[in-house]
């Protein structure tokens, strides 16, 4: 391959990616091209985009990047998951098509520039949570001690409420209220 042909695919590799830090890489090798299609179509359907990369013109592509520590497990046919929202919610969906699809073979993936290597780090990296289930997390955690102190705070006004209120349904209904 010349030299203008392979600069013209490290381009379009940047171009493909992007500002994409974090990536999964799997192999399909062995998977049928229909199921191919089906398992692209699928991930499409989720914003996840599969690219099937050429392993030493993506190192150079992505050499100086977060996707640089993907270069290890580049070796034999790849292709590289990546969008969404994040690289958490391709890792599940990849996860949930290896049920289906068991040639799937996972690699690896890099969150953050840390590297998850094989089918067990990429088990793992699934179990993390999306970023809105961190925010979700982080504002239950800010908000939770608020919550029990106006719990602390209106516990007893409403029991002198619902005392109060029991007496005027007594008055009410012309029953005589006993001293305490």
Do not use: C
């Amino acid at each position: 391959m010349s030299k203008p042909v392979k600069n013209m695919i490290i381009e379009d590799y940047k171009e493909r990616f992007g500002d994409t830090q974090d990536a999964l890489v799997i192999g399909l090798r062995g998977i049928s091209s229909n199921d191919t299609n089906a398992i692209r179509n699928g991930l499409a359907k989720k914003s996840i985009r599969v690219t099937v990369v050429r392993n030493k013109l993506f190192g150079q592509a992505f050499a100086d990047t977060g996707l640089s520590n993907l270069s290890e497990l580049l070796s034999g046919a790849n292709a590289v998951a990546y969008g969404a929202e994040s690289v958490v919610d391709v890792a599940r969906e990849i996860i949930e098509l290896v049920k289906k699809f068991p040639g799937i073979e996972l690699k690896g993936a890099v969150l953050d520039g840390e590297l998850f290597k094989g089918a067990d780090g990429i088990e793992r990296l699934s179990k993390f949570p999306t970023r809105d289930e961190a925010i979700a997390k982080d504002v239950t955690l800010v908000i939770s001690p608020g919550r029990k102190l106006m719990g602390a705070v209106k516990g007893p006004g409403s029991q002198i409420a619902g005392i109060l209120k029991a007496i005027e349904e007594k008055l009410e209904k012309g029953e005589a209220i006993s001293k305490a």
